[in-house]
């Protein structure tokens, strides 16, 4: 597991977010991803949306939260832009 990698859980996804220096832990920080059909105004730097199966997600760094990895799916993706990843949560924590 990596930091970027997006997962199934539940009904959507989830974008694990935590620094791969802490890979060794069984548990994992992530970003849940709604559809767009469920969050469909999303803040441009706070959620970024991305395309998984040619459907529109949105990433929701403000509903951040710690999974076991038993828990997670199967592996759906990878978040590719790095900045956009970081960014969203700097807005969270930081507010810029």
């Known amino acids: 597991m990596a930091r970027g990698d997006i997962f199934r859980f539940e009904e959507g996804y989830v974008v694990d977010v935590q620094a791969e220096l802490l890979s060794d832990f069984r548990s994992r ?15 441009d730097r706070l959620n970024p949306v991305i395309k998984i199966g040619g459907d529109d997600w949105v990433r929701l760094p403000q509903f951040i939260a710690t999974l076991s990895t038993s828990e997670l799916g199967e592996k759906a993706g990878e ?4 900045f956009k990843l970081t960014n969203a949560l700097n807005m969270v924590f930081h507010g810029i």
Do not use: C, G
């Open 29 to 43: 920080v992530v970003v849940p991803l709604k559809s767009t059909s469920q969050f469909p105004l999303p803040a």
């Open 79 to 82: 978040f590719e832009d790095a």
